[in-house]
């Protein structure tokens, strides 16, 4: 399973543009206001939105 850095805030358009991408772990960024939304970001710049 690949590891992963998780940080939580606000997800608006500006925060999911300036997210970056770790070379080496998938960055996930949760919503703070809607529970379950968060976006994906992996090494290779990639961003994917999910909903739990």
């Known amino acids: 399973m690949s590891s992963q850095k ?4 606000k997800l608006t ?3 999911v543009e300036s997210a970056a991408s770790d070379p080496i772990k ?3 960024i949760w919503d703070t206001e809607l529970t379950g939304f ?3 970001v992996y090494p290779t710049g ?3 939105y999910f909903l739990q």
Do not use: P, Q
């Open 6 to 9: 998780t940080n939580k805030t």
């Open 38 to 40: 968060c976006v994906r």
């Open 26 to 28: 998938r960055v996930v």
């Open 13 to 15: 358009k500006r925060v």
């Open 46 to 48: 990639k961003k994917t």
